[in-house]
């Protein structure tokens, strides 16, 4: 039971333009959502999260936008630069004791 | 300030042979320890968590056990590893799970061959 999707495996973007990354859930049960970033042979580091009171957080570069009529949020990330290209993880917080993850979408900046 | 240590950083192991990772925690007491594999193309999933000493929830059956000899280390281990145990093994640890999930450790490249 994939309680988390990422829909999208690969995303490829150029540099400059906004990336956007998607993400479906089906537990409205979950109180935060995370995204986590993660580059080859090492291990995911936390990006930016919004609670499920919330429909949207910035950071930086980063935006994360909740709908939660939708069971849906997305990442942007604007401008994309090249050492944005990595795989992207969504994760939703279950029972405050374990992250739930997506399957990861791969996201390449094109110069 | 806290780090986690994961090793070793990459392991080729044949089938049958033993296996045992080992994760540990500096700068925290009482950390929530998880162990999770990336299968190649494939998402994160939670193999084991415990929030105490002597304390594992296994989250998926399959050929592997998690053990928590000491507050702030957990292991992972087989007694006879499959080809389907190859992938990328990461530990984690939280000690409030919430807008900052977890620290994740730099994970252990596993091929069985």
């Known amino acids: 039971d994939q309680q988390v999707k990422q829909n999208s495996p690969s995303l490829s973007v150029q540099e400059g333009r906004i990336s956007i990354l998607n993400c479906d859930y089906t537990?409205?049960?979950?109180?935060?959502f995370l995204w986590y970033k993660k580059y080859p042979a090492e291990g995911p580091t936390f990006l930016i999260s919004i609670s499920s009171i919330k429909d949207k957080n910035e950071d930086g570069r980063f935006t994360v936008f909740l709908n939660k009529s939708a069971k849906h949020l997305s990442l942007h990330i604007v401008p994309s630069q090249p050492g944005d290209s990595a795989v992207y993880f969504c994760a939703a917080i279950q029972g405050a004791q374990k992250l739930v993850f997506g399957q990861g979408t791969r996201l390449t900046i094109n110069p | 300030s806290q780090t986690i240590h994961q090793w070793p950083a990459t392991l080729v192991q044949p089938v049958g042979s033993p296996l045992s990772l080992e994760c540990t925690v500096e700068?925290?007491?009482?950390?929530?320890l998880y162990w999770y594999r990336q299968a190649a193309g494939r998402g994160l999933q939670l193999l084991f968590y415990s929030v105490g000493i002597g304390q594992i929830s296994s989250e998926v059956p399959q050929n592997l056990s998690a053990s928590r000899p000491q507050d702030r280390q957990f292991i992972l281990s087989s007694k006879k590893l499959l080809l389907s145990d190859s992938g990328f093994y990461l530990c984690?640890?939280?000690?409030?799970?919430?807008?900052?999930?977890?620290?994740f450790g730099s994970g252990t490249r596993l091929t069985v061959v």
């Open positions: 984690a640890w939280s000690v409030s799970l919430g807008q900052y999930g977890y620290t």
């Open positions: 700068g925290t007491s009482n950390p929530n």
């Open positions: 537990n409205s049960m979950f109180d935060y």
